[in-house]
């Protein structure tokens, strides 16, 4: 089984990474550029006979990197993705269903078929390769969080906000940057830099970053891996519900 998931940016990427690596035992394989399906923002993880790429488009350009993976599948030189998933923000509704049309268009497009997307399950469509010969694809699409507006790192706090003690950081940590955005707005630029938090991406990261600095403040300095690298995955009842549909690597 190969399979890929996209996401939208390097912090997505090595929460997913983490995730999948404690949860299921995958382990990180080292790039080589001989490998088919190599991607320059990506990283695989391999767990038996099954691969993992983990790959981040940088934004929400998910179209295009579909088409590569299909382009990939096509050319049927001894590797293909039997698995993909696409793991976007939760922009908005409008904004999602828009991602999504653009994504079905495309893969419909190249199938030659009317592929509609349901979220949250696996989506079977056979794809025609090169040699006369077919491949059947297996399509997942989460946008977290699953309810309301914003990215993995929305969803990431909101599961750990539920564990006993989380609370009143967690809350406070969203408060404060909520603040901070709008007193920021009228400030001049020699008194608050106008590049900080300035795109809804960072404004959205914030509260997550506040909290891990309100939580292990030891460890504030450390990178993002070192610290997801402490979250007990297993806890969260809301990241196995909304994950729900990996259980196929159990």
Not at 95 to 121: G, K, L, Y
Request: glycine letters at 4%; one cysteine or more; aromatic letters at 12%.
């Amino acid at each position: 089984m190969n399979v890929i998931i996209l996401c939208e940016g390097e912090t997505d990427q090595i929460i997913l990474s983490e995730y999948f690596c404690h949860m299921y035992g995958f382990h990180y394989l080292r790039p080589n550029k001989r490998d088919k399906g190599c991607w320059p923002t990506g990283c695989r993880y391999a767990r038996e006979d099954i691969t993992i790429d983990i790959v981040y488009v940088g934004g929400n350009q998910f179209s295009e990197y579909i088409q590569k993976i299909l382009s990939i599948n096509r050319m049927n030189s001894g590797f293909t993705y039997s698995h993909v998933a696409v793991i976007s923000d939760h922009d908005s509704d409008t904004e999602i269903q828009e991602r999504w049309n653009s994504i079905a268009e495309t893969i419909s497009t190249a199938c030659h078929c009317d592929f509609q997307i349901a979220e949250n399950q696996w989506i079977e469509q056979v794809q025609q390769l090169d040699f006369d010969e077919s491949l059947s694809v297996q399509y997942l699409f989460l946008s977290l969080p699953l309810e309301g507006d914003g990215a993995l790192e929305t969803f990431l706090l909101n599961a750990i906000e539920h564990e006993p003690g989380n609370i009143f950081f967690s809350q406070q940590s969203k408060h404060f940057v909520k603040e901070i955005i709008e007193k920021k707005k009228g400030l001049p630029a020699e008194e608050c830099n106008p590049k900080y938090l300035a795109k809804r991406r960072t404004q959205i990261k914030a509260p997550l970053a506040v909290f891990f600095a309100l939580a292990w403040p030891d460890r504030a300095f450390a990178d993002a891996k070192t610290l997801l690298q402490e979250i007990p995955w297993e806890k969260y009842e809301q990241i196995q519900t909304s994950f729900r549909a990996f259980e196929i690597f159990n």
